[in-house]
């Protein structure tokens, strides 16, 4: 994993341009500690290593189904899975059709196999952020990364997006792709971290609540303390 150091800051999360949803907002001030993120969204190849070594079966190929995103809207896909996503993929893109849970175990063995230790307790998927270890980022991290230390702009370079500048639906420009995208084949943002717009859509760490901007505290907020969705 190629890491890429983000110094902490303090930033306005959320909507700042009105034309987003209710959850993200209000705008609110959060402000974030130094922390590390991937240069690029986790490949099949990296997942592949991650099964060979210890086993391990996805969410989706346990329970035989998985949502699917098609040019509309939600289903559930049965058979599918990260192997079988649906299109092709090789080892350089990024992997899909992966629960929360698949993540988190990801970082669990991340950690391992640097001598680290384990963020996520496997008996209830808590996360300690006291320890030192491989997990998945905050909301609040992840928004701040993004926008290049929390800087207001709507994507990664700016406040417009293209064809040259990330994968997204439909083709045209740099994207000759029709889905997923070998990783880091469009431009970085400025601190080096690609397809923060576009590709595939990534897990943070959170709780999701779509109430929880409006009491969310100032520093390193970590989500609700609990909930149904990711």
């Known amino acids: 994993i190629k890491l890429v150091f983000v110094k902490g800051g303090t930033f306005r999360m959320g909507d700042l341009w009105g034309d987003g949803k209710d959850n993200e907002r209000p705008v609110h001030l959060v402000k974030v500690d ?19 070594d210890t086993g391990y079966r996805t969410t989706a190929e346990r329970q035989g189904w998985v949502w699917v995103y098609t040019t509309k809207d939600w289903h559930k896909e049965k058979g599918a899975s990260w192997l079988s996503p649906g299109f092709n993929q090789d080892d350089k893109h990024p992997v899909v059709c992966v629960s929360w849970y698949d993540a988190a175990a990801f970082c669990n063995w991340l950690s391992e196999q640097a001598e680290l230790e384990k963020i996520y307790d496997e008996s209830t998927w808590e996360a300690d952020f006291s320890k030192v270890g491989y997990r998945l980022p905050t909301g609040a ?53 690609h397809d923060m717009a576009g590709n595939a859509r990534e897990w943070c760490n959170d709780w999701y609540d779509k109430n929880y901007y409006g009491r969310s505290p100032v520093d390193n907020p970590t989500g609700p303390s609990s909930g149904k969705y990711k």
């Open 34 to 52: 130094d922390f590390w993120m991937s240069k690029y969204e986790i490949t099949v190849g990296q997942f592949i290593r991650f099964v060979e």
């Open 141 to 193: 991290e992840w928004e701040y990364a993004a926008r290049t230390r929390g800087k207001e702009i709507k994507f990664p370079n700016g406040n417009s997006l293209t064809h040259d500048d990330a994968n997204f639906s439909g083709t045209g420009g740099r994207d000759r792709w029709e889905y997923t995208s070998p990783v880091g084949s469009f431009p970085p943002n400025e601190l080096g971290l």
